[in-house]
């Protein structure tokens, strides 16, 4: 009894080490990288938090085999506040602060993470031949890394994942790349920041089919809350240095409607050789749209889209160099720009370069109709049609402002789009309609997909017919009894004609059966009082403005 007694006393006397729950380990820096080469796109994958870029050369390449790239880098943010204090997860060209691997139980740092440095294939095609005809699981199906989290169908009604007796790997679209890491991984040098303590389950995918699909890549981040605190105030990010063949005559802005973030060109002429090799000329557009954002307990609205003009998504674009508008340097600036304002908590103003030319704050930059000329868009900074300098850009697309509980985890799933039209401002309409259908058809797009799941052909509509919306200046203009106007539609639905005066009221409007290809229409003017107007002409959900001057 004694010795036990004193063994007490000097337990009891010993000081009490708490281990930090938030401790990182000893993690290298993750090498691992493949290419997701799939549809018209071939894009490299890293195992870091970023995407396309391990130095020379980027890769993302629409047309896949071209050697022209529309991205130069990507890279996941993720930000929020435990007990009050800001952390982030985040990166441009490192060093990076997402490690390979999960976060083991028990809150203890990783510290294996180079055995878990690597990405698991899934090919739809070659999944469905293998239960076609009976031969078993594919070798990607047998090591699919179920164990770790990546998602499969029990077919057998046992416990855990079991190839050989019937369970099968889910993917996504055609071709499905996934991998696994954390921000505990190590000390996070980039943003000076303490890790979060989430592990990111990550999704590439793509489809194997011609028209908008084709052309589009996907990533999906389940990202789960392994530490013992709630994250509040939180925000997922992508942030990209877009590149649009030469990377150093682009131009950015924002389609609220459709949480897109994308680059067009300044011109419609890019050289076709050099270090960077451009597109030449009928200039395509890039951009990158929150397609998905979802919480276990329904904490966040499942289709952004559906909710145009809501201040949680915001958009941020800034130059290379220092100061307020500057490029990021720790973990407050990346908090900031999260949520939509510039460092220090500047707001975004309307005009201008976004920076004191008002007093009207803004949480999107550039939302203005770059293909209209409205105001505020790079084309027209000041409601005068003054263009801002083309020129490399940066940025990223946000959605910021919800909690996530220890244990939990919320999904976001970003498209990357790409879409060519007649010219460079076109190039924008184009791109708007291919976010917008892939927007519209999501819920074929991403639901999981086994060997024995339809091909997306059979789930989506017919793809809309290869001609361009356009509509060329009206002439002659000024008018004096009539004015011409010719235009190339896009769809079998009507073509409506409108004139509007400077007050916004409506003075005219002709309606008429529209099938695609180009057309001519003559209106009347006679009726019209001389003055300022403004020819709207729309099909479907796309509409083209001219301004024009009546005699």
């Known amino acids: 009894m004694r010795w036990t007694l004193v063994s007490i006393s000097l337990l009891l006397a010993l000081p009490v080490v708490a281990q930090d729950p938030y401790a990182v380990g000893s993690c290298e820096t993750p090498g691992a990288e493949t290419l997701l080469e799939v549809g018209n796109v071939r894009a490299r ?101 179920a164990h770790l989290g990546a998602p499969f169908e029990d077919r057998n009604g046992v416990e855990g994942y079991q190839p050989h007796d019937g369970d099968v790997p889910v993917g996504l679209g055609d071709r499905t790349a996934w991998w696994i890491m954390n921000d505990r991984g190590n000390e996070h040098t980039r943003t000076r920041s303490r890790p979060l303590g989430v592990e990111v389950h990550a999704t590439a995918f793509g489809f194997d089919v011609p028209g908008d699909l084709g052309n589009a890549t996907f990533y999906r981040y389940r990202i789960w809350n392994r530490g013992p605190r709630p994250i509040d105030s939180m925000g997922v990010s992508m942030w990209a240095d877009l590149e649009l063949g030469n990377p150093f005559d682009d131009r950015v802005g924002t389609d609220t409607t459709l949480a897109l973030f ?53 958009s941020v674009s800034y130059v290379g160099a220092g100061g307020v508008t500057g490029a990021p340097r720790h973990y407050q600036d990346h908090y900031y720009f999260m949520q939509g304002v510039w460092k220090g908590g500047y707001p975004i103003t309307l005009g201008g370069s976004g920076f004191s030319y008002s007093r009207i704050p803004m949480p999107f930059w550039m939302p203005g109709d770059p293909v209209t000329g409205s105001f505020w868009s790079e084309v027209n900074d000041d409601e005068n049609g003054t263009a801002l300098a083309e020129a490399d850009r940066r940025g ?34 184009e791109l708007r309609r291919a976010t917008r259908f892939i927007h519209q058809n999501k819920a074929a797009v991403l639901v999981p997909r086994t060997s024995t799941s339809p091909r997306i052909e059979d789930q989506l509509p017919t793809q809309d017919p290869q001609f361009p919306f356009w509509v060329d200046e009206p002439y002659p203009n000024p008018a004096q009894d009539h004015v011409t106007i010719s235009m190339s539609l896009k769809w079998e639905a009507p073509v409506t004609i409108t004139l509007i005066d400077t007050l916004g009221r409506e003075w005219k409007r002709e309606q008429y059966a529209g099938s695609p290809g180009p057309v001519t229409k003559r209106l009347d003017t006679r009726d019209l009082p001389p003055g300022t107007y403004l020819i709207r002409v729309s099909q479907r959900s796309e509409h083209v403005d001219w301004p024009l001057i009546v005699l």
């Open 396 to 429: 990223l697309i946000s959605f910021f402002g919800f909690n996530l509980a220890p244990g939990e985890w919320t999904q976001f799933t970003f498209a990357f789009v790409w879409a060519r039209g007649s010219d460079n401002l076109n190039s924008i309409t």
């Open 45 to 145: 994958l890293l195992n870091n938090g970023g995407l396309f870029w391990k130095g020379i050369p980027n890769i993302y390449e629409v047309p896949a085999g071209s050697g022209v790239q529309v991205s130069h880098a990507a890279n996941l943010w993720i930000g929020g506040q435990i007990d009050g204090e800001v952390r982030i997860s985040a990166s441009t060209y490192g060093p990076y602060e997402q490690w390979a691997g999960p976060i083991p139980e028990g809150g203890h740092p990783p510290t294996e993470c180079d055995l878990f440095d690597r990405f698991w294939h899934l090919d739809s095609t070659t999944e469905r031949r293998h239960a076609v005809f009976g031969s078993g699981p594919s070798l990607n199906a047998l090591e699919w890394p």
């Open 262 to 314: 994308y680059v067009y060109n300044a011109d419609d002429d890019e050289d076709l050789t050099g270090p960077t090799p451009g597109y030449g000329s009928a200039i395509p557009a890039f951009g990158i749209t929150i397609l998905e954002a979802s919480h276990v307990n329904g904490g966040l609205p499942s289709d952004v889209g559906a909710h145009p003009g809501k201040h949680a998504t915001s």
